[in-house]
């Protein structure tokens, strides 16, 4: 059970503050619903009964924030090579409302968007799975949005600048860097 003023993670939404619990008639029955404001003036109802079943829970503490910053420095890990595999699996780390999960994707992403780049789909999915992350990191380590944005950006940058490297020194002499049209000889 929560509270009115708990600050809590809405798997799919990010973090917000419960603002209040009203009871509600929808369709002819009476429930109690939590009401979430989100970041952006959204407000999100959710039914007391249901939210626990849901995903709903309390906002990670400073110590796990750090832990968040961990993962985020680490290497990217295996990803499906088929990007519909990919989506779906990190479609479900999102979906769990883990928040070391979610900073997995960020990651993942981010780092295949620097090297390839990325679909329209999996663009989107990065953008929502970094606006659910600092949205908690923003609660947990009491930081404006502008601030806890910069701190993901420049982890994920120095990370991958630390990683890209090791790729491209371990890279053999020997392969074939330059395209060559075959001419039919």
């Not at 007391?48 to 709903?56: D, F, L, P, Q, R």
């Not at 947990?140 to 949005?145: P, R, Y």
Request: aromatic share 8%; hydrophobic share 35%; charged share 30%.
């Amino acid at each position: 059970m929560f509270n009115v003023g708990d600050k809590v993670v809405y798997p799919m939404h990010g973090a917000g503050t419960i603002e209040g619990i009203e009871e509600k008639d929808i369709l002819g029955e009476k429930q109690a619903y939590y009401i979430i404001k989100m970041p952006g003036e959204v407000k999100v109802m959710v039914p007391t009964s249901k939210a626990e079943g849901i995903g709903v829970r309390d906002i990670i503490d400073k110590e796990s924030a750090g832990k968040v910053f961990k993962v985020l420095e680490t290497d990217s890990t295996a990803m499906d090579m088929n990007w519909n595999k990919r989506y779906r699996d990190n479609m479900e780390k999102m979906k769990s409302g883990d928040v070391y999960e979610v900073a997995d994707v960020v990651r993942n992403l981010s780092f295949k968007q620097k090297e390839k780049g990325l679909s329209t789909g999996e663009k989107k999915m990065l953008l929502n799975a970094k606006q659910i992350l600092v949205s908690e990191l923003t609660l947990a380590e009491n930081s404006s949005k502008d601030e806890m944005e910069e701190m993901v950006n420049n982890t994920i940058n120095n990370s991958f600048a630390e990683y890209s490297k090791n790729i491209t020194n371990s890279t053999p002499n020997n392969i074939v860097k330059k395209f060559i049209p075959f001419n039919g000889v």
